[in-house]
């Protein structure tokens, strides 16, 4: 037995535990109920950790317990607004897709799951290692994330239904090209008001990562473009390579 199989062995027993153990100390429950949906545990807690890595990566210091309580309720208010956006979603039929945009979507997410085990498998490749062992450490790393071929189907699926919805909360209102021009000249106005004659502000601002539609004298960053596309662009935008 060599010592890739050694270790292979060794990672893949501790991935196990580690999801056994989460799965006994994380009990799915209700956390709140929205128009009589329960939000669960699970779903919120990956908003979460990802709401409270963002802000860490930014610099905020977690350990202070009255910043990090404040941040866990700031997640939780998004997780309910995500709720209330999927329901209204789901009432105006934006999930309704036929067979053969449901089959692009089952077909889309099966390569991106191949895709992500293969990426999985490939970072911890060695000379003596086999796709065989690779491959059971990769699904024991995807399972202890909670991730499966279905994670990536639906997020395909939550994709064409999210720009479903922004059609129909435009139907009446279509944004023109003199609306997206007006509303790019408002931010560069916005932003220069704030930062032309405050430069610990500009600084401030790019340091934590808000959005900077003007830069003062004497500095250089990439600017926001807006570009108007001329023509028709329907069918030309394509996800991995294809479209329903």
């Known amino acids: 037995e060599n010592t890739m199989k050694k270790i292979l ?6 991935l196990l535990c580690l999801s056994l153990c989460h799965a006994e100390t994380l009990e799915d429950y209700p956390v709140a109920t929205v128009n009589g949906e329960d939000l669960m545990y699970s779903k919120y807690k990956a908003i979460e950790t990802a709401y409270l890595y963002q802000y860490e990566s930014a610099g905020v210091d977690l350990s202070d317990e009255s910043v990090y309580t404040y941040l866990t309720d700031l997640a939780l208010s998004y997780a309910l607004e995500q709720m209330l956006v999927e329901q209204d979603m789901r009432a105006q ?18 390569a991106a799951w191949k895709q992500a085990l293969q990426d999985v498998m490939d970072s911890m490749r060695t000379a003596d290692s086999s796709d065989d062992e690779l491959m059971v450490y990769a699904l024991a790393y995807a399972e202890s994330l909670g991730v499966s071929e279905q994670t990536y189907v639906d997020y395909f699926r939550t994709a064409y239904a999210q720009e479903n919805y922004r059609q129909w909360l435009i139907r009446e209102n279509p944004i023109t090209d003199a609306d997206v021009q007006s509303a790019y000249d408002e931010r560069i106005a916005n932003s220069e008001s704030l930062y032309a004659s405050d430069i610990a502000a ?6 934590n990562g808000a959005e900077v539609w003007y830069t003062p004298a004497g500095y250089r960053n990439v600017q926001q473009i807006l570009l108007i596309a001329e023509g028709a662009t329907n069918g030309s935008i394509k996800v991995n390579g294809s479209e329903p």
């Open 93 to 110: 039929g934006c999930y309704e897709f036929d067979a053969e945009t449901e089959a692009w979507f089952a077909e889309s997410g099966k």
């Open 9 to 14: 062995s060794l990672m893949l027993a501790l």
């Open 202 to 207: 500009f600084e401030n601002a790019l340091v």
